[in-house]
Structure formats: structure tokens, C-alpha cells
């Protein structure tokens, strides 16, 4: 015990996820972070545009400038969005008609209407919104949190990956990798359907006591071997994840155990429905898992292609919002109602966003310059829409919202500065944000 709260003379902390506290008081103890894989259309759900309408048909009038874009797009014409945007809650914010049950929470929400990045294509983009970086082999933003935090529970990893069963995202597990920080705070993978997490009971005829044994034999082993070894992480790491796969043997079951839930929870959450029963499940124990200490919370919409609508974006974006809208909904219904949003930092977004031109005749291609996000509980000023794409909604034109500030901001929530969140590496302080990024003021509450 004294071991795991570094208190030895050695000071060295034996559990690499030990609780620690950050720079200042927090407003948000953990995150859950949808990411919608393949770059869902802002213009056909958050991000109304009247002009686009006006202009549909046409080609991008010159006013507009030169735009990087993929195989010529930015000569297409343009395309009109066909959903029909309303004003709802006090807030009066406007929300598409393919997000009926998430519009009910918009006087949760705070909607990043500004935002863009770096890179027009996936890997590069899906890396730059989970890992600050464009380059494969950063640490996540769930590592970077679990290295600054810990875990409020030994017994469950701190941070949890919940991929699509269709396919994982187009990059693949980089992004919620560790980088350059030590293995321990990698994402763990664990899946929706009957058996979540792979491997969990202990084979037939292995009884507790010698499995036990066995670990403690593997444990001393591995010490014995790396004694020589210190900086090689991978070796504690493995050390630190038998120990924690044998405690969540006694403990995981139950966070994944759903029939506990009352059968309203799961409406809720659309378990009711084909169309949203996947989805909301994984929506549900995302819920199950932060009560339980997991300090982030990665879930993701959308197969390896997910929301890239290059083609038939009505079938796709269609498909994708009725598969994702109500649990989400019911996700923020479900944390209010129990206390948990206050100090549940949730967060929605792609890589990108997608073109106000068409692709093909009814699709978009990817749209880095301009997109939206959004963010909810944990601290942050709800019922506000914050910047601006232009008229069409091609680029961010107000109150600009990098994806560094993105990140600077939810790590500001959870009580870090985020120019002092830092681990060296090759001679040099690395942080998630890099040499950027600014905190959304107008954001916080």
C-alpha cells in the first residue's frame, strides 16, 4: 500500500497509476469522448447555412479564394444541405432534424462552430485530434490524462476504448497509444456485445490460488529481469497489467454486467432498438465505467469508414445519426440525472468536417479548414454556440477553435495547465498541445 502511494524511502511509486493531483483544483474529474471515425458533415447538423442553399448548384464563387482540397473538389459545384435546422431549448441554438434527441440537450452543450485543423486526409487528421500531433506515435489524449491523473480505481484501467465492431478508425490503435510515455497508460480495449472484455474468466481447472502463484511467479521474474532494465516500460507496464487483469477478474463483470439496469435506463439509451441498441450499449457502459473510476473513456461512431461520406451522404449521415443520437441523448440525460455531468467532462467530433462542395452528385469530401465540435458537463458554460465557419461554411472565420485549443481546454478542466503538463523525452519537455494552443475562455463556466 505504501508502495502504490509512493511513500517508500525510495519515493518511486510501485503502481504507475496511483492517484495524483493536478496543477489546480479541477471542475471535471473525468471524460468520455465520442469520436464520430470518418468526419461527420457540420453543415448538415450543427452548422446551418442559408447561403449555401442560395448558391446551390453553383461553383465556389472566386471571393472565396484558392482551397486545398482533395482530387479537384474545390471545382464541384455547390451543395445545399436538405435537413431542416430548428431553434431549440432556451438557448435557441439550431440543430439539424437528424439530431432530434441530442437538440433536447443543447442547454447542456457548448458548440464549437470554429473549429479546424491541419491535415486534409484520415490517419493524419484522426491522429491530430488524438494525439495533438499529425504524426503516428505521440501519446493519446486518454494517455496524456491517465499519466496526469492516475486512476480513481485499481481495479478497472484508467483509460478505456470502446471502438465501433464494424472496424477501427483509419489509423488504427495509435491513436489511443502511449507514444513516448510509459506503456502503463495506454488505452485498453474493451468491446460492446455479450463479452466486452476478452479473456476475463480464469480457465477451466486453474483455481484462484494457483493462478495466484503463477502471477506472483511471473511478477518476481519480470523484476528479476528488469532490474537491469529500468527504462524499458514495456516490461512494468506488463507487469502492472497482469496484476490489473487478475483484480478485474473480481471486479469488471460487474461494470459490464447490464442487466442490473432498469429496463427505463434502457430505453433511454435506445437498447430498445435495433437501430440503436449497439450503440447505446456502448454508450451505457461508457456510464458504467466513469461511476467506477475510469478516468477516460474513448467511443466511437462509425466503422473504418464511418461518416466519410464521399458518396450518398443522405444514406450515410442518416444511417450514422439514427444509430448515434439517442444514446448520446440518453447519455446526457442519464449523467445529469445522477449528479455525474457536473464533474463529467463529455466531448463529440470527427477528424474533420466535410466540404460545402459536392463530391461525385450527392456526397462531401473532407473539410479540414472548418468544421464543428462540441462539449458538455465537467465545468463548461452550456446553451452557447462559440464561433463561426464563413457563409458556406468551407473555413472557421470566428473565434477560431484549433484542435491544440480544443485540447489545452479540456485539460484545463481537468486542472492542468497545459504548457506544464509535460514528460521529457530525447532531451526535451513534450506536451500534448505542443508549441500551441490556448484555453476556450468563453467556454468555461
Known amino acids: 500500500m505504501l508502495g502504490e502511494d ?8 510501485v503502481d504507475p497509476l496511483a ?27 450543427f452548422d446551418p447555412k442559408p447561403e449555401l442553399t442560395q448558391l446551390h448548384g453553383q461553383k465556389l464563387p472566386e471571393s472565396f479564394g484558392p482551397v486545398k482540397t482533395r482530387r479537384g473538389v474545390d471545382k464541384n459545384k455547390l451543395l445545399a444541405s436538405t435537413r431542416t435546422f430548428k431553434k431549440h431549448g432556451k438557448s435557441g441554438i439550431e440543430v439539424s432534424d ?23 486526409t484520415h490517419p493524419e487528421s484522426v491522429y491530430l485530434m488524438n494525439t495533438g500531433s499529425i504524426l503516428m506515435g505521440r501519446p493519446s489524449l486518454g494517455a496524456w490524462v491517465s499519466y496526469g491523473l492516475g486512476t480513481e480505481n485499481r481495479n478497472m484501467p484508467a483509460f478505456v476504448v470502446l471502438p465501433d465492431p464494424g472496424g477501427w478508425p483509419k489509423g488504427g490503435a495509435p491513436a489511443w497509444g502511449n507514444g513516448y510515455i510509459p506503456a502503463a497508460y495506454q488505452g485498453t480495449v474493451v468491446k460492446g456485445g455479450q463479452a466486452p472484455i476478452e479473456h476475463l474468466a480464469t480457465p477451466p481447472g486453474v483455481s484462484a490460488t494457483q493462478q495466484r502463484r503463477t502471477l506472483d511467479f511471473i511478477a518476481e521474474s519480470n523484476r528479476e529481469f528488469g532490474a537491469s532494465r529500468a527504462a524499458d516500460s514495456e516490461l512494468s507496464a506488463r ?29 433511454l439509451y435506445g437498447l430498445d432498438r435495433k437501430e440503436t441498441a449497439e450503440f447505446g450499449t456502448r454508450c451505457l457502459l461508457a456510464r458504467r465505467m466513469i461511476e467506477r473510476g475510469v478516468r ?36 446526457l440525460t442519464d449523467l445529469k440525472r445522477r449528479g455525474l455531468l ?38 463548461v458554460k452550456g446553451g452557447q454556440a462559440l464561433g463561426a465557419t464563413d457563409a458556406i461554411g468551407l473555413r472557421a472565420a470566428e473565434d477560431k477553435t484549433h484542435v491544440h485549443d480544443v485540447h489545452a481546454t479540456i ?35
Open 19 to 45: 492517484p495524483k493531483k493536478p496543477h489546480f483544483e479541477p471542475s471535471a474529474k473525468r471524460v468520455i469522448f465520442l469520436f464520430m471515425s470518418g468526419g461527420p458533415s457540420h453543415v448538415d447538423t
Open 296 to 331: 477516460f473513456v474513448q467511443l466511437y461512431s462509425g466503422d473504418t469508414n464511418g461518416w466519410d461520406a464521399h458518396s450518398d451522404l443522405e444514406k450515410n449521415h442518416g444511417t450514422l445519426c439514427l444509430q448515434s443520437d439517442k444514446p448520446i441523448a440518453g447519455l
Open 6 to 13: 509512493g511513500l517508500l524511502a525510495d519515493d518511486k511509486p
Open 98 to 120: 437528424w439530431f432530434p434527441h441530442i437538440a433536447e440537450r443543447v442547454d447542456d452543450i457548448c458548440l464549437l462552430r470554429g473549429c479546424h485543423g491541419d491535415s486534409v
Open 342 to 379: 457536473k464533474d463529467t467532462l463529455v466531448v463529440w467530433g470527427g477528424e474533420f468536417g466535410r466540404t460545402p462542395m459536392t463530391e461525385g452528385t450527392n456526397g462531401r469530401d473532407h473539410n479540414p479548414h472548418g468544421f464543428s465540435m462540441w462539449l458538455a458537463g465537467g465545468g
Open 239 to 267: 507487469i502492472a497489467a497482469y496484476e490489473l487483469a487478475y483484480r478485474m477478474q473480481a471486479h469488471a463483470p460487474d461494470v459490464v454486467d447490464l442487466t442490473k439496469e432498469t429496463e427505463e435506463t434502457k430505453t
Open 411 to 445: 485539460l484545463h478542466l481537468l486542472g492542468f495547465n497545459h504548457l506544464k503538463l509535460t514528460f521529457r523525452h530525447n532531451g526535451r519537455n513534450e506536451r500534448l498541445t505542443d508549441n500551441a494552443g490556448e484555453v476556450i475562455d468563453k467556454a468555461i463556466a
